[in-house]
């Protein structure tokens, strides 16, 4: 049971090392606000949205090395949408 308990404390103190910092996430969220703003102006629809999706949308499991995994939706006009899934 030493053994385990010992290995309990490891994995728990390795956790604490790699997870993010609340600067580290505060850093990440204005990345993603910047670049939905970014993606607003470049393509010029108001409605379009980041979506964030991976570790990252998952915190408990993200790291400081975990990249950030977002799509970008509502940029593609509708009629595009359809035309393409009509092909």
Known sequence: AHALEHLNL????FGEYVK???????SRD???DSIQ?????LFGIDKSHCKVFGSF???PVCTFESDIDLAIHGVVAE???EKE???
């Open 10 to 13: 490891e994995l728990q103190a």
């Open 20 to 26: 993010l910092t609340p600067q580290e996430c505060h």
């Open 30 to 32: 204005y990345l993603v």
């Open 37 to 41: 703003e970014m993606s607003k102006q």
């Open 57 to 59: 949308a998952a915190r």
């Open 79 to 81: 009629k595009e949408k």
């Open 85 to 87: 899934e009509e092909e």
